[in-house]
């Protein structure tokens, strides 16, 4: 009876505990470390690259042509995949509030690899679904020789 008693408790300090850690990680602190793996970003991002990723952009639907973004494959829920964003007949939009930055802002998004030989991409499944997108890369992290800030946009 006592174990009975304790469940509640136990459930609730564990919800507790689970929205704490999504409310710091998404919100509070919204970066991440990825590893990459494959080769459909080459040159740019190697085999065991580590970037740097941000989600706020991709909470506030602030995607620019040529980002880097990290997203759950649209058919393998158990992969991630890094491409980047290919505008391809979307019309960008102009944020009111500073006319000079162009922004992507639509249900799905078109994803190239930079190694068009060997990425699988948009050109085989299409463009994915926007809350399929998790992260925007920032910079390259490792190896340090190759370190770099990925330009918006660019």
């Known amino acids: 009876m006592q174990l009975l008693k ?6 609730w300090k564990a919800f507790k505990y689970y929205s704490y850690f999504y409310i710091g990680t998404n919100y509070l602190c919204p970066v991440s ?10 040159p740019t991002i190697r085999e065991n690259d580590v970037l740097l ?23 393998k829920s158990d992969r991630t ?30 994803v190239r690899g930079d190694n068009e030989s060997s990425s699988h991409d948009s050109r085989d499944y299409g463009p994915i679904p926007y809350g399929l ?15 770099k800030v990925f330009k918006r946009g660019v």
Request: hydrophobic share 40%; net charge negative; glycine share 2%.
């Open 6 to 11: 304790k469940i509640p408790h136990n459930v």
């Open 33 to 42: 470390i990825v590893v990459c793996k494959g080769e459909s970003m080459e």
């Open 53 to 75: 990723t941000e989600k706020v952009s991709i909470r506030r639907q602030h995607l620019k042509n040529n980002d880097i973004i990290i997203f759950k494959h649209p058919f």
């Open 81 to 110: 995949v890094c491409k980047r964003v290919a505008v391809d007949g979307y019309e960008e939009y102009q944020d009111m509030e500073d006319l000079d930055e162009n922004y992507i802002s639509f249900v799905n998004v078109t």
């Open 133 to 147: 997108i998790e992260s925007r890369a920032v910079m390259k992290l490792w190896p340090f020789k190759d370190f």
